[in-house]
T-cell receptor, first 116, second 113 residues
Framework: GAVVSQHPSWVICKSGTSVKIECRSL??????MFWYRQFPKQSLMLMAT?????????EQGVEKDKFLINHASLTLSTLTVTSAHPEDSSFYIC????????????FGEGSRLTVL | AQSVTQLGSHVSVSEGALVLLRCNYS??????LFWYVQYPNQGLQLLLK??????LVKGINDFEAEFKKSETSFHLTKPSAHMSDAAEYFC???????????FGKGTTLSVSS
């Protein structure tokens, strides 16, 4: 149980285009999802907290107009990187918490974005 | 605010040797603590968690960790390393069930034969 699926795993796009990454909780309902960004050989940096049916809460320094987060249902959150630039290239990982309230997060497989 | 410090960015052990990965936390309230493992280009897998029950926590693959409040530590151990344990390990903390996890910088574990 507690499986989080992230798609796509790898994406390459041209500078200036937008890319959408999906995060789904497959066997549980996730009222809260979290998006992290990970640079090579570094830790996970929290980008935003996404609550179903409401606007995401972004961490300081994260551009909300560049990283659009939507959490339209209890099993799906999306991250759209708008007008992507090479510096947006990174590994993006979503995570979800079961609505039953257990404290651990379950992570997706991650999405590696390369912007040319 | 909570924070996590992982001492040692890289730990090398021989196969069969004891694994010890260190984690110290800072939290103004009783914390929830976690250890996750990450293999290259993959997400994170939960090894174990501390949620104010038993201070010695057992996880998957023979890993365990002990919560020591007096030392603000939550070190991860495994009695005998396997080659398959080579990966990146992250310690994380949260202050209540609804908040995001704050991660340490990670420790790369290498296992040699």
């Amino acid at each position: 149980g507690a499986v989080v699926s992230q798609h796509p795993s790898w994406v390459i796009c041209k500078s200036g285009t937008s890319v959408k990454i999906e995060c789904r909780s497959l066997d549980f309902q996730a009222t809260t999802m979290f998006w992290y960004r990970q640079f090579p050989k570094q830790s996970l940096m929290l980008m935003a907290t996404s609550n179903e049916g409401s606007k995401a809460t972004y961490e300081q320094g994260v551009e909300k107009d560049k990283f659009l987060i939507n959490h339209a249902s209890l099993t799906l959150s999306t991250l759209t990187v708008t007008s992507a630039h090479p510096e947006d290239s990174s590994f993006y990982i979503c995570s979800a918490r079961d609505h039953s309230g257990t404290p651990e997060l379950f992570f997706g497989e991650g999405s590696r974005l390369t912007v040319l | 605010a909570q924070s996590v410090t992982q001492l040692g960015s890289h730990v090398s052990v021989s196969e069969g040797a004891l694994v010890l990965l260190r984690c110290n936390y800072s939290s103004s309230v009783p914390p929830y603590l976690f250890w996750y493992v990450q293999y290259p280009n993959q997400g994170l897998q939960l090894l174990l968690k501390y949620t104010s029950a038993a201070t010695l926590v057992k996880g998957i693959n023979d890993f365990e960790a002990e919560f020591k409040k007096s030392e603000t530590s939550f070190h991860l151990t495994k009695p005998s390393a396997h080659m398959s344990d080579a990966a990146e390990y992250f310690c994380a903390v949260s202050d209540q069930a609804g908040t995001a996890l704050i991660f340490g910088k990670g420790t790369t574990l290498s296992v040699s034969s």
